[in-house]
């Protein structure tokens, strides 16, 4: 875990968070897969508990890759921490899509990256796959957390329902276990 | 050109909305942009979509094509930032108070009760996007390498996905 001590330097947070925004091909759980990777795993930022309260939230209010970025920096330093992680997010593809946009309409013509994307999205499939595979292991305790993730897991796929409403749907059945284990045991 | 207030107020007011949830974007970006201020054409709309997807930023990042579009540079700057003004600001009033709440003990367990669903909504997004882009043969193999080099070994995701993108082009052109 971070050392309030050493504090994590800011520069440190834009640059990490500026090398995910390049990289994150396929947006939404392919940036929550990458910091997963860079920020749990590599760099120990913030906790794997954290972190999935911080999606939980994210995914409640909205674009949740940008969330998730602006959470782990507020972890780390604070109001100004989340906002430079939240900047350096956006950079490059604001940088990119404004470039996109003067091509587009100067010369009416889409450039064609798409083919590339036919490569990048197997490759973050598979690395969502991993991580959902870790996160799972130390995440899904027992049956009740295993019917849990199946649920959400077919009511997301199956039935197409909104993450926001799912998740409200989980925090309520885990309110009242946590309440009824309180109560009664 | 459109005015940077009108542009600036217009997003701002987008992104109040987005923080709700963002399946109603598509549709009310449309209204907005495309029936409302006309500034894009249904087919600038809709490529501006598809190119917004290329990016690794939220699809709200159209704002920045649209704003392009209606003010210049200048535009798409103001877009982008107020568009994603309000939830950056209501994540970072959540963090500031989740560090507090947690503590206490019914919402910390009731926090932690929740995550096997959210590990579950991980892998329903690797599914959706399987079914939206694993087309054939050629997917698989990728995706099956893929999972294996971010399994097995600590190579930097950043290089896996810029080869995997080189890898499309060569055999995709």
């Given amino acids: ?185 | 050109m459109a005015s940077l207030l009108l542009i600036a107020w217009t997003f701002f007011r987008i992104g109040l909305i987005f923080v709700g949830g963002g399946y109603v974007l598509i549709p009310l970006l449309n209204h907005i942009m495309v029936e409302q201020y006309r500034w894009l054409t249904l087919r600038q709309f809709l490529d501006g979509l598809a190119l917004s997807q290329l990016t690794p930023g939220p699809l709200a990042i159209i704002a920045t094509f649209t704003g392009f579009r209606a003010g210049g540079f200048p535009g798409a700057f103001v877009a982008t930032v107020c568009i994603f003004l309000p939830c950056v600001m209501l994540m970072l009033i959540v963090g500031r108070n989740y560090e507090r709440l947690k503590k206490i003990d019914l919402i910390g367990s009731t926090l932690d009760g929740l995550l096997p669903a959210v590990v579950g909504l991980v892998a329903a997004a690797a599914w959706n996007l399987g079914v939206a882009s694993l087309s054939g043969l050629k997917e698989f193999l990728i995706l099956a390498a893929g999972f294996a080099l971010f399994k097995w070994t600590k190579i930097a995701p950043m290089f896996v996905i810029f080869g995997a993108g080189l890898v499309g082009l060569l055999l995709n052109n």
């Fill in chain 1, 1 to 185: 875990m971070h050392n309030s001590t050493h504090k994590v330097r800011l520069t440190d947070i834009f640059l990490t968070f500026v090398k995910i925004g390049v990289t994150g091909f396929g947006g939404g759980m392919a940036i929550v897969a990458l910091v997963e990777r860079i920020c749990v795993r590599e760099k120990n930022w913030i906790s794997s508990e954290e972190f999935l309260h911080g999606l939980a939230f994210g995914q409640i209010l909205g674009p949740f890759s940008l969330n998730v970025c602006t959470f782990t920096g507020h972890h780390l330093r604070g109001i100004r921490g989340g906002i430079i992680a939240a900047v350096g997010f956006m950079l490059p593809s604001f940088l990119l899509v404004t470039l996109l946009s003067w091509i587009y309409f100067t010369y009416d013509k889409l450039p064609q990256l798409q083919a590339a994307l036919k490569g990048t999205n197997p490759v973050v499939i598979g690395l969502i796959i991993v991580v959902a595979i870790d996160m799972g292991r130390k995440q899904i305790k027992g049956w009740s957390g295993m019917l849990m993730a199946v649920a959400a897991f077919c009511a997301s796929v199956f039935f197409k329902l909104n993450a926001a409403w799912i998740l409200l749907g989980a925090a309520l059945w885990s309110l009242c276990s946590a309440y009824y284990r309180r109560r009664f045991t």
